[in-house]
């Protein structure tokens, strides 16, 4: 999956504009990224890609970055 794919489903999963994200956008600036986003995280990266991510993964991650690596 491409980068540009995974950043497109991290917006549609915060319901954010398209173009709104970037790897360098620090999570804890987003407004959006609250605990359903974060539970909406975790089942989208069983559902697309396969993994399995803790809540404390997730609270570990500062920006889009860290997310797009644990896709992989």
Partial sequence: MTQEKK???LE???DVDEGTLTPATVL???DEWDSLA???LIVMMSDE???QVTGADVRA???VQDILTAMD
Avoid: H, P
């Fill in 61 to 63: 991650y500062v920006t």
């Fill in 7 to 9: 950043i497109a489903l």
């Fill in 12 to 14: 549609d999963m915060l």
């Fill in 28 to 30: 804890a600036d987003l």
């Fill in 38 to 40: 974060r539970l909406s």
């Fill in 49 to 51: 890609c396969d993994k």
